[in-house]
């Protein structure tokens, strides 16, 4: 398989998932918090769905459901029907969480912290390994890799306004990075002072 990561837009975008057990109701969850129209078919959804907005077809609408959809997910543990929709969805953008290889889209393991999204993907090798690494990845980010964040996300802001060259802005970030009084700002998590620090460093330089 040809995949690479990638980040796609979702909002208004209507995913059909055949299914509706853990997995179908986790991929639901995903992309009903991310503003997509979401239709499962199967038996029965829990109310925190319905609550999201997501919709329950019958079984017999899957055909209309397949035309409907930007995005198909088979998570049936009914083989038959899982390979009947893939047949009818060619085409279309499909995620397999039953036979992952034979999709042309993943859904791996993604988790936020903060403003941070972060995926792991282990080529469907382990997805218990993924949740593990996520756990470590969890463990070593900081506050003050956030703020730090932040802080690059307002610095980058005003050298847009003052900047064009792309690498010289670079640069400054690099130096605001690498700046250990804004550092120790952050460390006492005085995010201000270090937006005022870093705006005096952009604005002597310039």
Not at 119 to 138: D, F, H
Not at 181 to 189: G, P
Request: proline share 2%; hydrophobic share 40%; charged share 35%.
């Amino acid at each position: 398989m040809g995949l690479t990561s990638l980040f796609f837009e979702v909002e208004n975008k209507n995913v059909f998932i055949l299914g509706t057990g853990e997995v179908a109701t986790r991929r639901a969850h995903r992309f009903l918090d991310k503003g997509a129209n979401v239709i499962l078919a199967g038996n029965s959804i829990d109310d925190e769905l319905t609550k999201k907005g997501a919709i329950l077809t019958p079984l017999k609408d899957l055909e209309d459901m397949v035309k409907w959809s930007d995005i198909v997910i088979t998570a049936s543990g009914d083989e038959k029907l899982c390979e009947y929709i893939a047949s009818i969805s060619q085409g279309k953008l499909i995620n397999r969480a039953d036979k992952p290889e034979k999709g042309n889209i993943i859904a791996p393991t993604t988790f936020l912290i903060d403003d941070i999204e972060i995926s792991i993907y282990t080529n469907g090798q382990s997805p218990l390994m993924a949740r593990e690494l996520r756990k470590k990845i969890q463990s070593i980010i900081t506050e003050e890799d956030i703020l730090e964040i932040k802080l690059q996300d307002y610095a980058r802001k005003l050298l847009k306004e003052k900047i064009d060259e792309q690498k010289l802005r670079k640069d400054y970030l690099e130096s605001i990075l690498n700046n250990e009084e804004i550092r120790i700002c952050l460390k006492e998590n005085k995010l201000d002072e270090a937006k005022k620090l870093a705006e005096n460093l952009i604005n002597s330089e310039l």
